[in-house]
């Protein structure tokens, strides 16, 4: 039987040989064999075995007849590859006795003669009314099997198909395939704005080699009507020759209204006074757009702004005692920290040409006057309310409110009551927690070792549930009181710290523990060891007094955030203006204050609403802060938007992913 098989396959091969020596091989499928093996063996990719098979996409059947192409001679990046027909013919060569055994089924009798079950009852009719029995006589037939290649002519037509891919807008696709947005959508009729993974949409058919990629280094530039070079050396600082060496096209197409061009990273973000640049659509690789090219609406917007003043308990004619409310009362520094950013981007849109009307209520962080508010102040046109600051205030706005489908919008908090009319743009505790576990579980090479004091010791083993291998240190206790000591020794580490790369996660809220293990940690980053300290939590103990900035710094601390930080040397136009404004930098609760309301004007000013806003801009992105919002079931909208950010030469960074 071997012998027939063996003798089968030659002529299979020779039958093939014939048809296209030079090029192509074929192969018998084997048990437990794919594509992606078979592959491998005959040094090809597996999109050159799909396209002259197209049937192997689905689930190989042993013994089944592949044809491979010999290694080189195709090019699997070439999408003008002609499109092949595989021929397979059968001639009954003749017949073979089969006495059927105890425990046979046609089943197994196909399997060992390599033909179907239908081949045998073809010719052993019986078998259609009865079943098959020990000592039945049965005649098996013996095929000649011929495979030939029939190439279809390809006739190239002017547009093609294209499946659109996550997290895919409409610039992305343009840019790829050398048209314009709207060229874009005169070939797709009715074409939505924000398109949905999966969509199939039609695009000019051009060669791989002409198809562009989006470079996460470059940011990407819409081109608005009437623009012209010098229009766009005076927005974007870049002359003529250097947008056409970025974008060859350019050359012989000229500038069109709407095509997309590469510039370098951030080239045009904040070259106004107003932060943020007028006009301007810049794209980046996360398809983040800058909503304030795209004003539909300019018709007024009501904004509410609710926030803890207290003004009730200071006396404004005197210098000292504001000064003296404003050191002791954490809650209202924050809140005028904050209450300054917004004002600077009610500026900003302001020159935007955005008509605003704003009512600013002072809540004095007590419950009893957030009511009183809502009592004798009628929000039947108010477009969105941004505030109060503290939980139990917001949850009795966003309650009352609810009614009338009015947007609350919760500044700073973590936790609030998320009704369907509440938006939370503080993302949670867990996505901070599960970015930077995702983030590490990629470096499948990295040795994780898990740092913890007593108190978190049952939160860090369940963290240590996340990495396969990685050990568990808990700090040393105090001798004498049997407390934690918040401490380790060099000898407790050495040993868990192996040649290359070892990600360190520290569990803790004690700035002497931080001091004490990155201390230790740095000592022992020696050439060839490289240690990376990161935290699910990142909280003050990190920003102790004690704790070494250098330490960390070399340690390439990572964590996550609510925000990007600031570079110390950044000097944008909102830095300018706020500089200007107020005699100093802002600090984290101004800049979000700026990025929050601008947020929420500009969603309200480029759909229809805020609900709106959510579907045409899945995720917006400011000075510091991001906003991609999701809606929970039978409730509100959470923001899930979370940076990664790393100590690198003593500046605080956004890691590049």
């Known amino acids: 039987m071997k012998r027939i098989i063996y003798i089968l396959s030659l002529l299979v091969l020779f039958s093939c040989a014939s048809a296209n020596a030079q090029k192509y091989n074929t192969h018998r499928v084997k048990t437990g064999e794919t594509v992606e093996t078979i592959a491998k063996k005959y040094k090809v990719s597996t999109s050159d075995i799909y396209k002259l098979n197209p049937d192997s996409r689905e689930k190989l059947k042993p013994n089944s007849v592949l044809i491979i192409p010999k290694a080189g001679s195709l090019d699997s990046t070439t999408i003008e590859e002609p499109k092949t027909e595989k021929i397979v013919e059968r001639t009954l060569k003749r017949f073979t006795k089969h006495k059927t055994r105890r425990k046979e089924t046609l089943f197994s009798i196909s399997q ?60 992305r696709i343009a840019y790829k395939y050398g048209i314009t947005v709207q060229e874009l959508e005169s070939l797709n009729p009715n074409l939505p704005d924000i398109l949905q993974p999966g969509q199939t949409i039609t695009i000019p058919n051009l060669e ?17 009507p ?46 106004t006074d107003s932060g943020i640049t007028q006009g301007t659509v810049i794209y980046n690789v996360s398809g983040t757009v800058e909503l304030s090219n795209i004003v539909r609406d300019s018709s007024i917007k009501n904004i509410a702004v609710m926030l803890p003043f207290t003004l009730n308990k200071i006396d404004i004619d005197s210098v000292f005692d504001v000064k003296r409310k404003i050191k002791n009362d954490r809650t209202l520094g924050i809140t005028l920290d904050f209450y300054s950013g917004v004002l600077v981007a009610f500026d900003s849109l ?5 008509n605003l009307k704003v009512d600013v209520y002072d809540t004095q962080n007590r419950l009893s006057e957030v009511n009183s508010i809502i009592r004798a102040n009628d929000f039947d046109g108010t477009h969105a309310v941004i505030g109060p600051l503290l939980t139990t205030n917001f949850n009795a706005v966003a309650n009352a409110l609810e009614r009338d489908n009015i947007p609350v919008i919760s500044p700073i908090v973590k936790t609030v009551t998320l009704g369907r009319n509440v938006f939370q743009s503080r993302p949670k505790e867990e996505y901070l927690k599960s970015k930077i576990i995702e983030y590490f579980k990629t470096d499948s ?30 700090s040393r206790l105090d001798k004498e009181t049997s407390k934690d000591a918040y401490n380790l020794t060099e000898e407790d580490l050495i040993e868990l710290i192996k040649p290359g790369n070892n990600v360190v996660f520290l569990e803790t809220n004690n700035a002497g523990f931080v001091s004490n293990v990155s201390s230790i940690l740095n000592g022992l980053q020696i050439e060839g060891t490289k240690i990376t300290l990161t935290t699910t939590d990142q909280n003050k103990a990190f920003e102790g007094e004690e704790v070494s900035n250098y330490h960390l710094s070399n340690l390439h601390f990572t964590y996550p955030s609510i925000s ?16 200007q404004q107020y005699s100093i930098s802002p600090n984290a609760y101004a800049i979000r204050g700026f990025d929050l309301t601008m947020d929420v004007v500009l969603r309200l000013v480029t759909s229809q609403d ?11 992105s400011y000075i510091e802060n991001k906003f991609a919002y999701k809606k929970k079931l039978f409730g509100g909208y959470y923001n899930e938007s979370v940076y990664l950010v790393w100590y690198n030469d003593l500046e605080i960074e956004e890691v590049k992913q």
Request: glycine share 4%.
């Open 112 to 171: 060992k003669y390599n033909i179907e079950i239908e081949d045998i009852k073809k010719y052993n009719t019986f078998l259609y009314a009865n079943n098959l029995k020990k000592g039945n006589k049965l005649k098996i037939p013996v095929y000649k099997t011929v495979v030939t290649i029939k190439t279809v002519p390809e006739i190239k037509t002017e547009n093609t198909t294209y499946v659109v891919q996550p997290k895919e807008g409409k610039w």
């Open 208 to 224: 791989a080699d002409k198809v562009k990629t989006i470079e996460a280094e470059y940011s990407y530039y819409k081109v608005l």
């Open 226 to 271: 009437k623009e012209g070079f010098y229009r766009l050396k005076v927005k974007l600082g870049l002359e003529q020759a250097n947008l056409e060496r970025l974008n060859p096209e350019l050359a012989t197409t000229g500038l069109k209204e709407g095509m997309i061009l590469k510039v370098p990273f951030d080239t045009s973000v904040n070259n």
């Open 350 to 354: 302001k020159k935007l040409g955005i």
């Open 445 to 474: 090479t990295a040795q994780v070792l898990i740092i913890t004091d007593l108190k978190r010791k049952a939160a860090s083993a369940r963290l240590k549930g996340k990495f396969a291998n990685s050990k568990l240190v808990t």
């Open 564 to 579: 990007k930080i600031l570079n110390s040397q950044t000097t944008n136009s909102f830095v300018k203006h706020y500089k």
């Open 610 to 620: 805020l609900y709106q806003s959510i579907n045409d801009a899945p995720m917006t």
